[in-house]
């Protein structure tokens, strides 16, 4: 993406309940890389007290500060940027899932990209990354020409927006691409291992739920493996034998190799257990998410087990403790959409959970498809 006079990128977040801290974990993986590229970064944060802690320069999830500059824009999602702050940028990338027109016309003339959207306000950016919501598995050949330009088939355009589709532009920390293994085994995994996270902040509440799924399957001696279950806003419910329960885990990206298998739900963490080959069995925090859940599935990125915040317990409970063999689903699973989620998968089970590690995660979207020198790559 051309920058026309320097290669500061603005990223523009939000966090709250609702939103978790995904985008802001999101934000902190691009200024890295564009900082290793050579360019600057500033993170322009609106939301809850989550967001105090960031715009004052505190990293969210470690005890150290933020190594780019940071803004605090107080509570409101479309709070505008500060001028000396547009002054000095070069690119902007919106990354807070509801941006609108006007919001951003008030950030022109910088160049303005962002981050998934479901109405016309992309239309009025310059480019989209669209990794989840047009479905994950884009092909990258054969090229076409399309007014002078070569395309791949995971580019299109609306009006005068470039659109980039796909897993391509799926954001991974450096330390998972590191890690990744060389070759991705395909045999059945006994989980022993379970760690349980629905994000920073688990606005909806998931980790209860599924709490109370693995006791179940403990008591009843369907499951007699170990979990780590994340809770940040606290559980106050005795640990059933084998589960330790704590607020964080600090360095978690590096600590997902450490387990069999992970509970989780569509952010950043499922996107590097992919990346390390790591089976995700996943929960959707809302009806979006379940509609990106639901087509990662379909392309054997995770283990779907539909909406968390309807999911019945014992339903999910049964599908988890069936058996299921690889290569195919043992039956069709109970619940609303089925326990496999909004296509009737069935979810292999934390002691008998099948391959699901196709998907292919690409090099970070910060290296992929920004650049600060200005060059296109």
Do not use: Y
């Not at 927006?161 to 330390?175: A, E, N, P, T």
């Amino acid at each position: 993406m051309q920058t026309q006079t320097n290669s500061l990128l603005i990223l523009r977040v939000h966090t709250d309940l609702r939103l978790g801290l995904g985008h802001i974990a999101r934000a902190l993986i691009l200024q890295e890389q564009w900082r290793s590229l050579g360019g600057s970064a500033c993170i322009a944060v609106s939301g809850d007290e989550r967001a105090r802690r960031v715009g004052a320069g505190q990293h969210p999830f470690l005890d150290q500060t933020i190594p780019c500059a940071t803004v605090d824009l107080g509570e409101d999602l479309h709070a505008p940027l500060p001028a000396d702050l547009l002054a000095k940028g070069g690119v902007v990338l919106v990354d807070h899932w509801e941006a609108t027109p006007e919001e951003i016309d008030q950030l022109r003339p910088l160049k303005v990209a962002i981050m998934e959207d479901e109405s016309d306000a992309h239309e009025r950016a310059d480019l989209m990354f669209q990794p989840f919501l047009e479905g994950v598995s884009w092909p990258v050949s054969p090229l076409k020409l399309v007014n002078g330009r070569k395309v791949r088939p995971l580019e299109t355009q609306h009006g005068g927006c470039r659109i980039l589709r796909g897993s391509h532009f799926i954001v991974v920390d450096g330390q998972a691409l590191q890690a990744r293994p060389r070759r991705e085994p395909l045999q059945p995994l006994a989980v022993h291992k379970l760690l349980v996270t629905f994000g920073g902040t688990d606005g909806p509440g998931l980790a209860r739920r599924a709490f109370q799924v693995l006791a179940d399957l403990t008591a009843t001696g369907r499951w007699t493996g170990t979990c780590t279950l994340l809770a940040p806003q606290g559980l106050d419910l005795p640990p059933f034998p084998g589960c330790r329960i704590l607020p964080n885990l600090p360095g978690l990206t590096r600590r997902i190799p450490e387990f069999d298998a992970l509970w989780c739900a569509g952010g950043v963490t499922l996107s590097e257990a992919m990346c390390l080959g790591v089976p995700a069995a996943t929960w959707a925090q809302n009806e979006r998410q379940h509609f990106m859940l639901s087509d990662i599935a379909l392309h054997n990125g995770c283990l779907d087990l539909g909406l968390g915040t309807e999911a019945d317990p014992a339903a999910t409970a049964a599908s988890l403790a069936r058996p299921r063999r690889p290569g195919g689903p043992a039956g069709a699973g109970p619940g609303r959409h089925g326990a496999g989620g909004r296509h009737g998968r069935e979810p292999g089970g934390p002691g008998t959970l099948g391959p699901r590690r196709s998907m292919k995660i690409p090099e970070p979207l910060a290296k992929s498809s920004l650049d600060p020198k200005g060059a296109k790559r």
